[in-house]
């Protein structure tokens, strides 16, 4: 059976577009997904080589094959007897799911973060000083005739972004496509995107934030002393400061580059104002690149429940929100948590040493599709199902808008049909704990 | 491989290089990742998240050339990994993201509950250790904790 206009449910582009060919429970061909996003069809349709697919236990150092009432008995039991768990992950699961992780948060009065907090937690952070003038992949595809790509490598993270969104699409208004655009890449070194720029401009690690203030004194009518600024001939930022000027419609792609550098949430409230000042001559527009597929739907679903986007505190029974303290690396590298679910989110293999070996020490649960440095230091392993192609969900893509994932596959077990129903499960248990 | 006797000559001397250090994606690191395989394809995994882009001029300078390996050092610790030229401009290395870099960044997040996984200065010299597997680099962290235990 061919299914059409399938959803790859890894990156923030959330290519909806993919076709995919199923014969007797397994895909036999799948058409227009990147080499990433075909990496998890074909993990997913070989049956799953590597998926997990029964609950897993460790006992006094040994790993045991559990039944599933008694690892799910054994998860809420972990949630509510311990003073500061914390729920982390979702970003690659569906909102749904995490409406049911925020509910199971409040109900046990522990923290909710996600990946979003150390990644573009700080490009977040600048949003609420600043405010972002947004727009959606549609726009760029149809309007733009200047792309920048500042502190981000989708050829290598997000591999459809140029040719689906940004640079390749003829447009609407751009019919000639990469022709009638002009793309940027400012970047500390010369990454895969920058090679095929028309115009890359290198910048000295850690000085983003000079190079956007001295573009900031340009487009607001300033002059620059300064021969280099942050590794950069004024000569060249001032060329740069003129093609944002006097583009038609540009869109700058914000990339970690950014918000993993010194300055972070900084360096993205100068980006902004620079655009505002650049919206006073043109029309600018800011989209971050986020990296998982449903990143962005965490902070709007714990937006819509709680009134903030991410590290939410339930202690006192009502949210409080705290970046910087109730994150989850500073509360790991500080030893504050005392058990945690993660969700289909390998903390153990993304999060510094210090956090890591924290990990090691309380009780873990993890909910994952596959084995991974997490599940190993886990306590209790639950077997994951893919959202998006298992499943159905709703998700948010990098742009902020919300899309729908069918599913065209049944999950390799029959205990659960989505990380949904799992969550609520464990919900339920908790619940009837509490009476 | 760089003769014998020049890497002696080298360690001997100890030289090191201070460079800043870039982590980020790759596609090969993304496609493992993705696959599931970080465990059940361990070696794979390895090689894809273990190699350290170096700019040509850093890596004569400390007297290594493509696929040998150099140690990675920061307050945090070190790590050893393999080294492969690249377009990197001088001081700057690129390390695909994964637990083995995550070794040695820093948990300071100034505030931000984001690390420096991008910029933070380390140092880079020439070594003879051995590129942990996955199963080494996690199990050390069980060890630790029953350490503690005990």
């Known amino acids: 059976m061919i299914h059409r206009e399938v959803t790859c449910p890894v990156c923030g582009c959330g290519c909806d577009d993919i076709t995919v060919k199923v014969d007797g429970g397994k895909i036999s061909d799948i058409r227009g997904a990147c080499l990433v996003g075909r990496a998890k069809f074909i993990e997913v349709s070989e049956g799953g080589k590597h998926r997990i697919r029964k609950p897993l236990m460790r006992k006094n150092g040994n790993v045991k094959e559990v039944s599933w009432d008694k690892a799910l008995d054994e998860a809420a039991e972990i949630l509510t007897s311990t003073k500061k768990p914390l729920i982390y992950g979702f970003s690659e699961n569906s909102c749904e799911a995490v409406k049911i992780g925020v509910d199971i948060a409040e109900e046990i009065g522990g923290f909710i973060d996600s990946q979003s907090s150390h990644c573009h937690g700080p490009t977040i952070l600048g949003e609420q000083m600043v405010g972002i003038p947004s727009c959606t992949l549609g726009m760029v595809a149809n309007y733009a005739d200047l792309i920048v790509y500042w502190g981000a490598n989708p050829v290598d993270s997000h591999p459809r972004h140029l040719s689906r969104f940004s640079v390749y699409p003829r447009g609407l208004y751009r019919p000639e496509g990469r022709r009638d655009r002009k793309f940027i890449v400012i970047d500390t070194r010369k990454t895969c995107t920058g090679k095929i720029a028309s115009t890359f401009i290198q910048v000295e690690p850690n000085k983003d934030f000079e190079l ?16 280099e600024i942050a590794g950069v001939p004024v000569k060249e930022i001032k060329k740069l400061a003129k093609t944002l000027t006097t583009c038609e419609y540009g869109v700058v792609f914000v990339g970690l580059g950014l918000t993993h550098s010194e300055g972070k949430w900084n360096n993205i409230d100068n980006l902004l104002n620079l655009v505002r000042s650049v ?8 989209v971050a690149m986020r990296g998982h597929y449903n990143v962005a739907g965490f902070n709007e679903v714990l937006t819509w429940r709680t009134g903030y986007p991410f590290s939410v505190d339930f ?8 970046p ?4 989850i690396i500073d509360m790991l590298a500080k030893g504050e948590i005392d058990a945690m679910l993660s969700i289909s989110a390998d903390p153990a293999s993304h999060f510094p040493k210090k956090c890591v070996q924290h990990l090691a020490k309380i009780p873990l ?5 596959a084995r991974t440095p997490t599940t190993e230091l886990s306590d209790l392993v639950i077997p994951g199902v893919v959202a998006g192609m298992e499943s159905p969900a709703s998700y948010y893509r990098m742009d902020n808008v919300p899309l729908i994932a069918k599913k065209f596959l049944d999950p390799p077990f029959s205990q659960t049909s989505s990380d949904e129903e799992t969550l609520k499960m464990i919900y339920q248990r908790i619940l009837d704990k509490g009476k | 491989m760089i003769p014998e006797g020049l890497q002696d ?3 001997f001397l100890g030289l090191d290089l201070k460079v800043v250090l870039d982590t980020g994606s790759s596609t090969r690191q993304g496609k493992v990742m993705r ?3 970080k465990i059940t394809e361990g070696e794979e995994y390895k090689r894809a998240s273990t190699v350290c882009y170096m700019n040509v001029g850093d890596m004569s300078f400390l007297g290594v050339f493509n696929g040998d390996n150099v140690e990675l050092s920061s307050e945090e610790g070190s790590v050893v990994l393999s080294a492969e030229a690249s ?6 290395v690129f390390v695909p993201k994964g637990p083995w870099i995550n070794s040695i960044i820093s948990s300071e997040t100034s505030q931000s509950g984001s690390p420096r996984f991008k910029g933070m200065t380390i140092s880079v010299s020439a070594s003879k250790g051995k590129v942990k597997s996955v199963d080494e680099l996690i199990g050390r962290y069980r060890k630790a904790v029953r350490k503690n235990e005990k």
């Open chain 1, 365 to 369: 649960i993890s909910i994952e599709l």
């Open chain 1, 212 to 227: 956007i203030s001295a573009l900031r004194i340009l487009v607001e009518g300033g002059e620059l002393e300064e021969s």
């Open chain 1, 279 to 286: 919206n006073k001559h043109t029309r600018l527009s800011v």
């Open chain 1, 324 to 327: 910087g303290e109730n994150s």
């Open chain 2, 35 to 37: 696959s599931g395989g």
């Open chain 2, 87 to 92: 377009s990197s401009p001088a001081g700057v």
């Open chain 1, 315 to 322: 202690q006192r029974g009502y949210p409080r929100y705290n």
């Open chain 2, 9 to 11: 000559y080298r360690l």
